[in-house]
């Protein structure tokens, strides 16, 4: 089911992204040839819309647009093209093409998370909206910590904690400990401690003993925690406060990709971290579990991290397309295409090795 799943989620994502470039190239009068759901082979034309075919194709993974001009051809130039291809119109409008992928899925992303503060999102009590059923919650776990071995995972409510079946904490509606009350008793000893921990409808223990090394001189388990609530929000709040978490979580995410990259360049990179599909999957049935309001939050993040992904200035990618149109636009000359089409085949090699890589590393990591 969780690939299911992943297929479902990854395909509408990559289709939101797709028909973000196919309104604004017909907007601007730009012939597109074809609107692929999943991949070739095809199967079958769908229908015709706007004059382009829509097309069944057999791989069910996401889909593609096939623009007229947009990779030209031998001595193609913007003074020679067909009026309707790509390569004749100007340097902004191929810019707005090109970037409207990523425009497609941040408004996505919105989309699901207002939605989610329509019907119910969890949301941490910082956030200063009206939560209902507040309670502790763990928000990351440390990979290769105590409580990762123990099978603690992100998004797990605390019910109870307990050290000895004598000291023993309840944490919901009855109690107001705070976060660093929590802390403190975790930290107290080395002794195992029994946390009862609710997982969607699913209420279960986990024994965690407690190492030194994570935090200095103290016992610690590999978690942090927020006092986490479901906000249901009115349609004009969840609106607005859907664009504020999503544009925040846009500026974490990218931050984060880009400290990678700082690294990556500095040889200090740390590739244990990235994720590719096969992890992907058994988080999506991580956070299966946790509910569809988690699910909703989850494929906004991807839909997120697609869109700064496909921003980057690398060859094959919608950035790299940017930095070609930039670097023309500065130049005021054409990029000979065979040195146009060389660049993107090497880049979309490079990222196929990529993709290989970080699979092998998430099989690896589930052996």
Request: glycine share 10%; hydrophobic share 50%.
């Amino acid at each position: 089911m969780s690939v299911i799943i992943f297929i479902i989620i990854l395909s509408a994502l990559i289709i939101v992204h797709e028909m973000g470039h196919f309104l604004v190239a017909k907007k601007f009068g730009i012939r597109v040839d074809e609107f692929g759901l999943g991949f070739p082979p095809k199967a079958r034309t769908l229908f015709m819309w706007k004059n382009t075919p829509f097309t069944l194709n057999w791989l069910p993974f996401g889909g593609f647009v096939k623009i007229f001009g947009e990779n030209p051809l031998e001595g193609e130039t913007k003074e020679n093209a067909d009026t309707e291809s790509f390569v004749s119109k100007n340097r902004g409008v191929q810019a707005s093409v090109l970037a409207a992928g990523v425009f497609g899925n941040f408004l996505f992303a919105w989309a699901l998370i207002s939605l989610g503060f329509l019907s119910g999102l969890p949301a941490p009590v910082s956030m200063s909206l009206p939560l209902d059923n507040a309670r502790t919650v763990i928000t990351t776990v440390l990979p290769g910590s105590p409580a990762a071995d123990a099978g603690l995972k992100s998004g797990d409510a605390i019910v109870s904690v307990s050290r000895d079946g004598n000291d023993f904490i309840l944490i919901d509606k009855s109690t107001k400990l705070s976060l660093e009350e929590v802390s403190n008793f975790i930290s107290q000893s080395f002794k195992p401690i029994t946390f009862t921990i609710e997982r969607g409808k699913n209420i279960s223990e986990k024994i965690v003993a407690p190492e030194e090394g994570i935090i200095a001189n103290k016992p610690a388990v590999g978690i942090s925690m927020d006092i986490v609530g479901t906000a249901k929000l009115a349609p004009h709040k969840a609106i607005w406060y859907g664009f504020t978490t999503t544009s925040e979580l846009t500026w974490l995410t990218g931050k984060a990709i880009g400290t990678f990259i700082l690294q990556a360049l500095g040889g200090r990179a740390d590739l244990s971290g990235v994720t590719g599909p096969v992890g992907i999957v058994g988080m999506v049935g991580d956070v299966r579990e946790l509910g569809f309001s988690h699910l909703l939050t989850f494929t906004a993040l991807i839909s997120i991290n697609l869109a700064i992904i496909n921003l980057l200035p690398f060859p094959a990618l919608d950035g790299g397309r940017l930095l070609f149109v930039g670097i023309e636009a500065i130049t005021r000359r054409s990029i000979p295409s065979l040195i146009f089409n060389t660049v993107n085949t090497i880049g979309f090699a490079l990222l196929i090795l990529l993709m290989i890589l970080i699979t092998i590393q998430d099989v690896r990591n589930i052996l």
